[in-house]
């Protein structure tokens, strides 16, 4: 398919556009459409992709995102930003993770197949129109509905100029918690850095809600990543999440052998010993199955919510610092 008819060349200088891109592959009367944010600045580069709501069950980002658009002063801004607050509506619309139509996980769907399924087009089309060109990319993500996590941010294990600029905006976010990861196939940020494009993923949340916490680490995060890029002045003080030394961990899963009940009896950011007990699993009498223990020392980074469980489900993940 040939790109849509828009351009950010074609953009004046200090100027704030709203333009939308139509999902193809729908028939009859329906029509999918994502709005999109331009805001170019005093000079047009570095060109910078800010994207949230790539699943539909994860909205942290999309609030700060929509909140962004219209805050930043495109006078204030060195460079050109493009913001997406939603990148998947009928996910959104449905509230689930997954896209309602083919069950596609769009996060596993990049680059992208215009002739694919929904889940694919709907990626070929973020791709092409929005995610190349740009020098960077801020991916912003949640825990979905059956868990929470605590802040932090995965970048590519790869020592490509690229993924050192990666890495670097990573530790620039000021998270307690950063996490190099060999990423699996069809995320959109792996695909963005194989065509040189620094790309890094937040994680911020769950449970599918917005809380006063999780909005203020995204804004103030988000400022910082774009200081960083010298794009915007760097934050004022009343940006009030802390600024923090990173730890660069790796994690553990926690995972379940059987289906049932789960009791668990640690949080997202308790310190755990190895050894301790996580959590426990009954059948549907109450009779025991199972009791989930730590296998090494670390802190809670993810913890399932949901207490009805089946078999290879995590209950916890655990970071320990490498």
Known sequence: MERQQWDPANL???????????????????RMEVPFFVLVGKERQPRALLIAGVHGDEYEGVAVLQDLAREIDPHDLRGTLTIVPVANP???????????????????????????????????????????????????????QEATVIPYVEHQIDESPAGRKAAAAALALGLEFAHPYQWPEGLMALSALRHGIAAIEPEVGGLGTLTEAGHRAYRTMTYR????????????????APYQKTKIVEHT????????????????????????????????????LEEIRAPRVGTVAIARVFSSIQPGERIAQLFWEK
């Open 12 to 30: 004046g200088l200090c100027s704030r556009s709203l333009l939308k891109v139509e999902v193809p592959g729908y028939t009859g009367n329906i």
């Open 90 to 144: 009928q996910a959104f619309y449905a509230h689930t993770r997954r896209h309602p139509v083919d069950l596609g996980d769009l996060n596993r769907s990049f680059p992208g197949n215009p002739n694919g399924t929904i889940s694919e087009r709907l990626a070929d089309l973020l791709f092409r129109e929005l995610v190349l060109g740009n020098d960077y990319v801020l991916s912003m993500h949640c825990w979905g």
């Open 225 to 240: 990543f774009l200081a960083h890029l010298q794009m915007v002045a760097p934050p004022e003080t009343g940006l009030d």
């Open 253 to 288: 899963d926690c995972l379940a052998s059987h289906a049932g009940l789960l009791r668990r009896y640690v949080s997202a950011g308790d310190p755990v010993s190895q050894g301790q007990l996580i959590g426990t699993i009954c059948d549907l009498a109450g009779e025991n």
